[in-house]
């Protein structure tokens, strides 16, 4: 059960890195250091050799992502932190940027040393001000210490960051609506291509990654990306941190290395597992978008692949856990109200879909269903929304809801029947 | 809330974005913290500081929930209902709050004091069931008589000089 705290350095050198001084002694720094000895494009393929997948949930390899930018494209680069931690379940990045923030600053500041910008920018949600203010004073201090400035990345090379706080909205997680948000307009994700790396913020040259992916570069610069590339296997290599929420004892985050930890693990022996006399009913390992998953998966490694291989995603690492008390039609219902109420209603089969998903879990859960004629509903309505609309919402409300369909058909048949009477929640105080 | 106040809010940011366009964000937002909402005066002076007509403001301004088009308490309390709250009893947390707040669900108190919202999950997860003032620190996992104490010592605040929606 290998726990390793590459972006939870502050775990390892008591409990806030928030001020420069506490950071560099905690070895921050020297992979900018190591970084800025290089040229530009080693740095390019020192991020491609370490194997650091993008954290946020897609999981493309960050290297290539950033190698997309073209080199002389005669406008200015930037690089767009996404901060918009908005996917439930999920929770890992603000612990980053309010115990961790200068490893976010020094990551952002590698990847634009990389990719020639100098001036990036963060964009963190708007329910996360009190984390935007850490960033605010870990910036100012980062600019007058030099780190941030006219020279920041040597004499005469300036470097700065912004940040810019959103005002509530799930969708602006997804990079090409936060680009939109960022410019000051609604939220509302853009047809692909073109991509940002071509024309993102400004319609100029884009590199846009999660706060854990850049926090994963001041390790990676300074140990070498062969270090990082050995953790793990081959495709899944490094550390993820998982966020770990719903029936278990212990909730939290735990960064652990990919591909020799199980699910079971992860649950049981890190997040406290279950009150007794309880058992893993249903688990959605990477955010409420993937497919949920039953007991009979628990043994799962945790990696990108081998998720791949029960049915789910690793996504973004926000692993909620029901157990044997919880009904998965209102759990469902629950989700399908979550994406109803965030999808940007640009495309029809999502704005529409997600009402009629939330409509027919939410009748069968008050005892109003239709027996087998809203299962047939439910099923027709998969496939008019999936891979109808701009954006991964639409798929990722599908997705939960479905495979729950599937695992656990005989207690969706009942509740169109019979209803679902409000179980009583956990009350226990997580312990530890 | 004057159009001179808002300039003079932007101006140091005016060099960090390539297009005016993205201060209509920042603007609304320093707006909403002089009344906590956003009436049709604000967008007037944020359409009027930053160059943009008031009715692109106000389609940017509806977009966002946490940008008030309507009035709202002097206090926003805002509970997260998303999945890994709900299997922690936030749906028993809302109904708790809304009882001791005499508010049917969804609304705001009779004295202005609290407009009571459901929200979508606030990336606290870890303690479940959770809540945010505005969008203050998320607190939690709160038990009914904690929400009740956090309520009480609201109403002993002095109105709060900005509002940090």
């Known amino acids: 059960m290998p726990e390793l705290n590459a972006v939870y350095r502050h775990r390892e050198f008591g409990d806030h890195l928030t001020t420069l001084a506490a950071y560099e002694r905690a070895g921050g720094y020297l992979g900018l250091k190591e970084t800025l000895e290089m040229p530009p494009d080693d740095a390019l393929y020192a991020f491609h050799r370490s194997g650091l997948r993008g954290r946020g949930g897609a999981g493309f390899p960050m290297g290539r992502k950033a190698s997309f930018l073209p080199k002389d494209a005669g406008k200015p680069t930037y690089v767009v932190c996404n901060a918009d931690e908005s996917e439930p379940g999920t929770f890992k990045d603000r612990e980053i940027i309010e115990h961790n923030p200068f490893q976010l600053i020094e990551g952002i500041t590698i990847a634009s040393y990389a990719v020639g910008c100098e001036r990036a920018y963060i964009y963190i949600r708007g329910e996360y001000e009190s984390q935007a203010r850490v960033l605010d004073d870990a910036i100012a201090e980062a600019r007058s210490a030099g780190r941030l400035g006219p020279d920041a990345l040597g004499p005469g090379r300036p470097f700065d960051i912004t940040v810019y706080r959103g005002a509530g909205a799930y969708i602006c997680g997804e990079e090409t609506a936060l680009l939109e948000s960022l410019e000051g307009k609604r939220g509302q994700p853009r047809l692909k291509p073109p991509f940002p790396a071509v024309a993102g913020l400004y319609g100029c040259p884009t590199l846009i990654n999660n706060v854990e992916t850049l926090a994963s570069l001041p390790p990676i610069m300074h140990r070498g990306p062969d270090w990082y590339a050995a953790m793990g296997n081959e495709k899944s290599p490094g550390t993820k941190v998982f966020s770990v929420s719903g029936h278990v004892l212990s909730p939290g985050n735990f960064e652990i290395v990919l591909g020799e930890t199980t699910l079971r693990e992860l649950i049981y022996d890190m997040a406290g597992g279950l009150r007794p006399g309880r058992e893993v009913k249903a688990v959605w390992p990477g955010g409420s978008s993937v497919p949920v998953i039953g007991a009979d998966s628990l043994d799962v490694i945790l990696d990108y692949e081998a998720l791949n291989e029960v049915g789910t995603f690793l996504g973004s690492g926000g692993c909620i856990v029901m157990d044997d008390s919880g009904c998965i039609v209102r759990a469902s219902w629950r989700l399908a109200q979550f994406y109803r109420h965030e999808s940007c209603g640009k495309c029809t089969p999502c704005r529409e879909g997600t009402g009629w998903l939330a409509n027919i879990l939410g009748r069968m859960v008050r005892g109003e269903g239709r027996g087998d004629e809203d299962i047939r509903l439910l099923e027709s309505l998969f496939g008019r929304i999936e891979g109808r609309s701009l954006c991964p919402l639409a798929d990722g409300a599908v997705m939960p809801i479905q495979s729950a369909l599937e695992l656990f058909r005989d207690e969706f048949e009942r509740v169109a029947r019979e209803g679902s009477p409000r179980p009583v929640p956990m009350t226990e105080a997580p312990v530890g | ?165």
């Open chain 2, 1 to 165: 809330m004057t159009i001179a106040e808002i300039e003079e809010y932007l101006a140091p940011m005016r060099g960090e974005y390539a297009d005016p366009r993205s201060l209509i964000l920042p603007a609304l937002r320093y707006a909403q913290g002089h009344v906590g909402w956003l009436p049709a005066e604000s967008m007037a002076a944020v359409a009027e500081a930053t160059g943009f007509s008031q009715a692109y403001v106000e389609s940017v301004a509806s977009f966002y929930d946490r940008l008030y088009l309507d009035e709202t308490g002097r206090y926003c309390i805002n509970v997260c209902v998303t999945l890994s709250c709900m299997l922690r009893g936030s749906d028993e947390l809302f109904g708790h709050i809304a009882d001791y707040l005499g508010l049917d669900g969804e609304g705001t108190t009779a004295d202005g004091m609290f407009t009571l919202a459901k929200v979508q999950c606030i990336g606290a997860c870890d303690r479940a069931p959770c809540l945010q003032v505005d969008s203050g620190m998320q607190l939690g996992p709160l038990e009914a008589a904690d929400a009740t104490c956090l309520i009480d010592d609201l109403r002993a605040e002095p109105a709060p000089a900005r509002y940090d929606r």
